[in-house]
Nanobody
Framework: QVQLQESGPGLVKPSQTLSLTCTVT??????????WSWIRQPPGKGLEWMGA???????DYSPSLKSRTSISRDTSKNQFTLHLTSVTPEDTAVYYC?????????????WGQGTQVIVSS
């Protein structure tokens, strides 16, 4: 059974770059047809899909965040990483990594537990 675990700083200053890593166990991030996403939930709001990296390494981003978001991977560690630049307090949220099959923005079948990130000076 695949498991995902987010890690990274809980507090980031405005204008800095937020980097979060998702470590995957029980399955390979290079397995065909799987997509590995980052999703966030600001306080009091719904879930927002940010972007994904596919088994081939191809990336796909939400249009609203594309200018500030990049996702990379380290296949030797079975990890993928979110980089969000120029953060503001509006980027405060619980950040989740998740897996989907066949498409990048829906049909998530496995989730990490989430990690709280606060953007504040």
């Amino acid at each position: 059974q695949v498991q995902l675990q987010e890690s990274g700083p809980g507090l980031v200053k405005p204008s800095q770059t937020l980097s979060l890593t998702c470590t995957v166990t029980g399955g390979s991030i290079t397995t065909n047809d799987y997509y590995w996403s980052w999703i966030r939930q600001p306080p009091g709001k719904g879930l927002e899909w940010m972007g994904a990296i596919g088994s081939s390494g191809r990336t796909d981003y939400s249009p609203s965040l594309k200018s500030r978001t990049s996702i990379s991977r380290d296949t030797s560690k079975n990890q993928f990483t979110l980089h969000l630049t120029s953060v503001t307090p509006e980027d405060t949220a619980v950040y989740y990594c998740a897996r989907s099959v066949g498409g990048s923005g829906e049909g998530f079948d496995s989730w990490g537990q989430g990690t709280q990130v606060i953007v504040s000076s």
